[in-house]
């Protein structure tokens, strides 16, 4: 598929709608946003459509149009896709369902349906098409809500009714474009993104997302999303089984692990947002101030209780409200009756409302305290508009504090209702962002920082893919010596063992060691030695040692003997996992025999920096102790990147199936670390 033909596509001089229902509105629509250039209706039998004259077949065409709106069935819209390509069109939008999403017979005619189009791109089938409202194009097959508009975003869904929803808006987002892209036969969120990322006008891009079926070529776009400093903030569905399961029965979409999907979003600098107020809010005030530089923002507002529910909302944010200064303090006081705390967030109470002047100098007052972001919390009346002069005067007299400066701000609603249209057209014309909800805009606000912290970092390498794994792959698992001798050819620090057969090997190596130590059953299919009651840990004298080999010679033939390494600070697991999207990546986590019950864990997309590794392994609860809890000692953090980067070069070397070293016991700082107990196994073919 070319460039120039998407964009040829997505952009068209000429439309050409074939079919009926849902044809008429891709013309009306068209019209409706202002289409002026050449529109083509295609019916065998209808005389005109939406006042147009129909041609009998698409071949009648007077030249290849631009762009074509098929709605017709399946087979027949393949046969209209083959001679668009064979005419030299540049591109269609498949209404059609019964493809990919149906079944075996589906999937025959999604192939057919590519062989037609022979390279020619195809947005579909299965889905509502794209609204581009710079352009005044609509190949749509219904009533939608977008206007014309000369900038905004552009939201790329793979469901046409979410799509058509978001068209409905009225919070004040401007939608550049609206793509719902179905099943993606040849074009994928991928090209859409940057086809947007090649029109100036797209200040932020939206993503609802059901799965990623290329992850490589999505990652080439992000990151040149990144490069660019473009925004993207995604919503994504498939994160519990149930919803997993309908994705894939609705767009044929492969649904991967939900921790790696936000790994994967936050080594791109994308944000991931919960609910569709939240995803609209977003992009709405990114689109309208940009992404914020730093992290300390103001809150203003004239009731005490709005303050503090404030301030309770952004904890657990990476923005926060920075006290203000005493200097700055005073400033504030002087604008304000001397019954006023001045603090951050403000509560400036009404002394001076409804005076413009005096709330102006007010806000000028608070607002010089080089914020990232102000808001003015102000919740009109649902009354007439003449009564609602003193909010209008409030919010004058904010757009007077603001005059002269390049402060970023924000006028904000804690309900839709208490925001009138009039204001969100008024904000917009200002270059206020207008927002509502008290925690949408204070999440919205954090995830333009964490954005903008995106937008700051090195260039990202492109995603590694390891091949996942395979039940048809022969599997060789190693017994713990075997894992531990692995581990240390890469770098892995591992405690001193040796494997004995009887008592007497067990005592002499036990003198070379040094008590205490520890004593194990071995074998390949003794993976949980814990659950078979095959360890014993503290083994301080040739007494213990004598009873433990009693114990364990029972239960195998070959017994492993390490020297005890005591004092850790901390437990952790370090593993591999493979998932049908993302292949092979690394899973570090609290470690010990209560993993499964703790769950504590984060994950690494590779390639991994040091960088990476650190900031997985302080999302982790056990992190404190890393840091050195209650004025414990703190951990080895250097030691475990050390083995997570050794891991990663282990499992790039080794067609490595299952690892995990569990625990991996990190000891006091500048101590190292020492693999306790591994699982490998590898693929043997």
């Known amino acids: ?119 020619m791109p195809l947005i579909g089938p299965n889905c509502y098409g794209f609204i581009n409202s710079l352009d005044g194009v609509a190949l749509w097959p219904d009533v939608h809500g ?127 947002v919960e609910t569709v107020p939240e995803f609209l809010e977003t992009l709405k005030l990114i689109s309208v101030l940009g992404v914020i530089e730093h992290g300390g923002v103001a809150s203003m507002s004239c009731s005490g209780g709005e303050a503090g529910m404030m301030a309770d909302l952004i904890d657990d944010l990476e923005i926060t409200f920075p006290s203000l200064t005493s200097a700055h303090k005073a400033k504030v006081k002087e604008t304000l009756n001397e019954y006023v705390d001045v603090d951050n967030p403000l509560d400036y109470h009404t002394f001076v409302w409804g005076d413009r002047q005096k709330t102006s100098e007010c806000f000028r007052a608070m607002i010089g305290g080089k914020f990232a972001a102000t808001m003015l919390l102000l919740d009109w009346p649902k009354t007439q508009e003449a009564d609602q002069k003193d909010w209008d005067t409030t919010l004058l007299a904010f757009s007077d504090a603001l005059s002269g400066t390049t402060e970023k701000a924000i006028v904000l609603a804690s309900m839709a209702d208490c925001m009138p249209k009039r204001i969100i057209e008024k904000c917009l014309n200002l270059n206020i962002a207008p927002m509502i909800g008290l925690d949408v805009c204070l999440k919205a606000l954090n995830h333009s920082y964490k954005i903008s912290k995106a937008f700051a970092s090195k260039p990202l390498p492109k995603i590694r893919l390891l091949n996942s794994q395979s039940d048809t792959k022969t599997k060789n698992q190693l017994t713990e010596f075997e894992g531990k001798k692995l581990l240390k050819e890469y770098g892995v620090t591992i405690p001193t063992g040796f494997l004995i057969k009887n008592l007497n090997e067990a005592l002499t190596a036990a003198e070379d060691i040094g008590y205490p130590v520890v004593l194990k059953v071995s074998g390949s299919e003794l993976a949980h030695k814990t659950e078979l009651n095959g360890v014993r840990l503290n083994i301080q004298n040739e007494e213990m040692l004598q009873h433990a080999c009693d114990d364990l010679f029972n239960l195998s033939s070959e017994l492993l003997i390490e020297k ?19 292949g092979g990546h690394i899973v570090i986590g609290g470690g010990g025999v209560l993993v499964e019950l703790l769950r504590d864990s984060s994950v690494l997309i590779l390639p991994a920096t040091r960088e990476d590794i650190h900031r997985a392994l302080s999302k982790l609860k056990v992190f404190k102790l890393l840091e050195g809890f209650r004025g414990g000692l703190k951990g080895d953090i250097e030691a475990v990147i050390d083995t997570v980067l050794s891991v990663i070069e282990l499992i790039s070397a080794n067609k490595v199936e299952e690892l995990d070293i569990n625990p991996l016991l990190v000891l006091k700082e500048t101590n190292g670390v020492a693999a306790a107990d591994t699982l490998i196994r590898l693929n043997s073919n």
């Open 146 to 272: 977008c206007k014309s508009v000369s900038e905004g975003v552009a939201v790329i869904t793979q469901s046409g009714n979410i799509g058509l929803n978001m068209t409905m808006q009225s919070v004040g987002l401007q939608i550049a474009y609206m793509f719902t892209l179905g099943n993606q036969t040849n074009t994928d969120i991928a090209d859409i993104i940057h086809a947007m990322l090649d029109d100036s006008r797209v200040k932020a891009i939206g993503l609802h997302i059901e799965g990623i079926s290329d992850i490589k070529s999505f990652d080439v776009a992000a990151r040149r999303a990144l490069k660019m400093k473009v925004p993207i903030i995604t919503i994504k569905s498939g994160k519990t089984k149930v919803s997993a399961k309908i994705a894939l029965s609705h767009t044929s979409s492969l649904t991967g692990s939900d921790e790696l999907y936000n790994a994967f979003f936050e080594r791109l600098g994308i944000a991931r």
């Open 564 to 582: 005890m390494v005591e004092n850790s600070v901390c437990e952790l697991i370090i593993g591999v996992d493979f998932d049908p999207t993302f």
């Open 1 to 119: 598929m070319s460039k120039s033909n998407l964009h040829r596509l997505i952009a068209p001089k000429s439309i050409a709608v074939v079919g009926n229902r849902g044809a008429n509105f891709a013309i009306s629509e068209s019209l409706k946003l202002g289409f002026s250039n050449q529109i083509w209706a295609v019916h065998p039998y209808l005389e005109s459509l939406e006042g147009i004259k129909c041609f009998k077949d698409i071949k009648d065409l007077p030249e290849a149009p631009d762009a074509t709106f098929i709605a017709v069935n399946a087979e027949s819209a393949i046969e209209i896709v083959s001679d668009l390509r064979e005419m030299g069109g540049g591109g269609a939008v498949l209404y059609a369902s019964g493809f990919g999403e149906v079944g075996e017979q589906g999937l025959i005619r999604n192939q057919k349906l590519l062989e037609a189009a022979d390279g």
